[in-house]
């Protein structure tokens, strides 16, 4: 118990134990900080073009190797995968409110993340299907989804998954699912490439690419 708090001793009568102060965590306003100079400063553009440049090269040696009627899909996340909501995040100082969400998407201004918008063009130069699987939520955020990726280049996909209204478990599970039915309807995913970690779990993908994302996290 000693090792536990400390004592004051008075005229030989023990006081009130005084308990030893834990540790504080990062200060917030700090943490906030590190991650803007993160994405200012130009490491986080490195970092997702490093992750970027392995996936272009991983793609390239895939498809080169494709035996006769494999039908090989890329699978993308959306936020901060191949659109960036950064604009939002930083204006709203990186809370969330969902009524604020929804009418930023429908705003469809999100800017692509260049790295990886040069990944979908090689998934296409190279003749793979590209397979949008997203936490976005339809009917709300379908129409604002669709017209941002048409306006940042990447409008020619093969199908966009929305998460629907009710659709129960984590995004990991969800995701999964989502994977195990393409793997069933006769696809080979051949990468699939988000900033989450529950973007890549659960397989029915050959390769998965773990972008940056300092901004928050999803299970």
Not at 75 to 94: A, G, I
Not at 106 to 131: G, H, N, Q, S, T
Not at 174 to 201: P, V
Request: aromatic share 10%; hydrophobic share 45%.
């Amino acid at each position: 118990m000693l090792g536990a708090m400390k004592f004051l001793v008075l005229c030989g009568w023990w006081l009130f134990p005084l308990a030893l102060a834990a540790e504080e965590p990062l200060n917030l306003t700090v943490a906030k900080q590190a991650v803007i100079a993160y994405h200012d400063d130009g490491r986080y553009a490195q970092d997702l073009s490093t992750v970027a440049d392995t996936a272009k090269a991983w793609l390239r040696e895939r498809a080169a190797r494709r035996a006769e009627g494999e039908r090989l899909a890329v699978v993308f996340d959306v936020d901060e995968t191949v659109l960036s909501n950064y604009p939002h995040m930083v204006r709203r100082d990186f809370g969330y409110q969902p009524a604020q969400w929804v009418e930023w998407v429908a705003e469809a201004v999100a800017p692509p993340l260049a790295p990886v918008k040069a990944v979908y063009d090689l998934a296409r130069e190279l003749d793979l299907a590209v397979i949008f699987l997203t936490g976005r939520h339809d009917p709300e955020e379908k129409a604002g989804t669709l017209a941002n990726l048409q306006a940042a280049g990447m409008g020619d996909y093969e199908r966009i998954i929305f998460q629907t209204d009710g659709e129960a478990g984590t995004a990991a599970e969800r995701k999964t699912a989502r994977r195990a039915a393409l793997t069933a309807e006769g696809f080979t995913l051949i990468a699939s490439i988000g900033d989450q970690e529950s973007d890549l779990a659960g397989g029915f993908v050959e390769r998965t690419f773990k972008l940056p994302n300092p901004f928050y996290a999803v299970d």
